[in-house]
Structure formats: structure tokens, C-alpha cells
Nanobody
């Protein structure tokens, strides 16, 4: 069973950037299709981005052109580069594959 640990969250001003990491253990990371989700206060968890085992990517419309998902199979790690951050990007960000979820990392964007 895969185990994920997110890191890289923090407080940033609007227009700033952050890079989130998701470190994976307990499974063959290279064959996993991976996703980032986020959950803002008082809202449902929502899809952010996806990267397949063959490096195909997909993004929610709200982050397209600002966020970039990537992976390094040698390091068993997935990344989310977030640029041009907006206050509405404030959320706990989770990495996911199948039924396995990390505990999340908090991103706060101040206006």
C-alpha cells in the first residue's frame, strides 16, 4: 500500500509561487497515476492536477496555465509548481493515488 507525505506549503502573497512535494513509499511509484487535490475551508475537496505513469498531465480549469505537475520516479516524488497564486488557491493540498491519500499540506495565499 502506498504512503504519501506532502510538504512545501506555507504562507505566500498573491502573485507569489510555491512548490509542493509528495514523497511516496510502500509501492512502485513509477507505475502509479498520481493526483493533487485541494480542500478550501468550508468547501468540498476538488481535483487540481493529474500525472499518469507515462507522464500525461491534466489540470483543473482554475489552475491551468499557473500550476505545473511533475514527477521524479528516481526520487519517488511528485511535485506541484504553483505560480501566480491567488487568495482562492488557499487550501489544504493532498496527494492521491487510488484509495491512498496523504495528510495534506496547507497553502495560504494572502491578498
Amino acid at each position: 500500500q502506498a504512503h504519501f507525505v506532502e510538504s512545501g506549503g506555507g504562507l505566500v502573497h498573491a502573485g507569489g509561487s510555491l512548490r509542493l512535494s509528495c514523497a511516496a513509499t510502500g509501492s512502485d511509484f513509477s507505475i502509479l497515476n498520481m493526483r493533487w487535490y485541494r480542500q478550501a475551508p468550508g468547501k468540498l475537496r476538488e481535483f487540481v492536477a493529474r500525472i499518469t505513469s507515462s507522464d500525461s498531465t491534466d489540470y483543473a480549469d482554475s489552475v491551468k496555465g499557473r500550476f505545473t505537475i511533475s514527477r521524479d520516479n528516481a526520487k519517488n516524488t511528485m511535485y506541484l509548481q504553483m505560480n501566480s497564486l491567488k487568495p482562492e488557491d488557499t487550501a489544504v493540498y493532498y496527494c492521491n493515488s487510488g484509495l491512498n491519500w496523504g495528510k495534506g499540506t496547507l497553502v495560504t495565499v494572502s491578498s
